[in-house]
């Protein structure tokens, strides 16, 4: 079992945490975690309140991490101002963002139930990413005009920064994967409430799904080590699943010499 969430973070590859719930995976010395790394509600321009968000995920989930809509750096002017959403949506983020470090401290409980900080650095250009802090101090709400900053920035606070819908159009918050940086983006985020982004067109060999407005239409889990606790997961333990928690498991024959 695992006491702090600073101990799953090492390396910033790492994004899940034990649950005392956990079911153990087949054939294997590991337990299997469901969690939900990309949420929304009114701290921001979704729907909801805050505590109605951690009711909904501590009722089925394990770990959790609420997303603040942050900012948009380079976004256009729409018509008939549209865009006034998302003005709206980053001024309450703002005037509320000390509740989201505080409710997630809140909510804590080790061994059952673990939520990270989060926010939504939206970008017309590099896509929208989800930077997820490891612990519960000095995750401030930071802006940034450009990835590699963005990419930077959670290098320095051991933080993972996901791509979200991958599968939008280049330039117009699609991710663009020539400026991916594995060290900081372990996994991609393949289904949400926008929709599948499946795409020929991305290198990342590990997927993570979220519900992105507050449903419950994608989780993602993990396996993690039964005991003792590893300095960080191994690779391809991640896996996404659309509301219905399939369990994942795979084996591999080698040919005889």
């Not at 594995?182 to 949400?192: D, G, K, L, R």
């Not at 929709?195 to 799904?209: I, K, N």
Request: net charge neutral.
């Amino acid at each position: 079992m695992i006491s702090s969430r600073r101990n799953v973070f090492p390396a910033a590859v790492a994004v899940v945490v034990l649950s005392a719930a956990g079911a153990q995976s087949p054939g294997q010395s590991r337990r299997l975690y469901w969690g939900d790394i990309h949420n929304h509600n009114a701290v921001g321009y979704g729907k909801g309140s805050l505590q109605r968000s951690y009711d909904i995920a501590e009722s089925h989930l394990d770990f959790f991490a609420f997303t603040a809509h942050g900012h948009w750096h380079d976004m256009p002017i729409m018509p008939e101002n549209k865009h006034e959403k998302w003005v709206n949506g980053f001024a309450a983020t703002r005037e509320h963002w000390d509740e989201v470090p505080r409710m997630a401290n809140e909510h804590y409980k080790p061994g059952r139930f673990v939520p990270f900080v989060a926010y939504e650095w939206h970008s017309s250009k590099f896509g929208d990413h989800c930077l997820i802090y490891p612990s519960d101090t000095d995750t401030p709400l930071s802006y940034f005009d450009h990835i590699s900053k963005v990419q930077a920035f959670a290098k320095e606070k051991n933080a993972l920064l996901i791509p979200h819908h991958p599968a939008y159009r280049w330039e117009w918050r699609g991710t663009a994967f020539e400026f991916l940086d594995e060290a900081v983006s372990p996994v991609v985020e393949i289904f949400s409430e926008h929709g599948l982004a499946e795409s020929d067109r991305g290198h990342s060999t590990m997927f993570a799904t979220a519900t992105a407005g507050g449903g419950r239409r994608g989780l993602c889990e993990r396996f993690w080590p039964e005991a003792p606790m590893s300095a960080s997961w191994p690779a391809r333990t991640t896996t996404a699943a659309t509301r219905a928690r399939i369990v994942r498991a795979w084996s591999a024959c080698m040919p005889s010499s």
